[in-house]
Nanobody, 126 residues
């Protein structure tokens, strides 16, 4: 059974930083892309960032460019999201996701994420 477990969320003041982690277990994710999505109250879930299997290609949403950095450690089956210069509009539940299949060195379409974690709450207070 596939399991993705996020951690690292919490309450932070405007301008602060948090690092989210997502530990994958239950199967090998060799070749799989990993992504972060978020959902604020009353809004649709939106894409935040993604990283390919080898870790040398990433993509970020315009709203987080220059502030958030996605990375991964395949030896630990873990993906990270470093969030700096946080804003109130970053408040949301953040979800980790794994792609539907191995994509190896390319990044899949944003609709091609099949496995999801339970989410971790990030609240930015002003």
């Amino acid at each position: 059974q596939v399991q993705l477990v996020e951690s690292g969320g919490g309450l932070v003041q405007v301008g602060g930083s948090l690092r989210l982690s997502c530990a994958a277990s239950g199967r090998t994710f060799s070749g799989y892309a990993m992504g972060w999505f978020r959902q604020a109250p009353g809004k649709e879930r939106e894409f935040v960032a993604a990283i390919n299997w080898s870790g040398d290609r990433t993509i970020d949403a315009d709203s987080v460019k220059g502030r958030f950095t996605i990375s991964r450690d395949n030896a630990k089956n873990t993906v990270y999201l470093q969030m700096n210069s946080l804003k109130p509009e970053d408040t949301a539940v953040y979800y980790c996701a794994a792609s539907s299949r191995s994509y190896y060195y390319v990044l899949p379409p944003k609709t091609e994420y099949r496995y999801w974690g339970q989410g971790t709450q990030v609240t930015v207070s002003s």
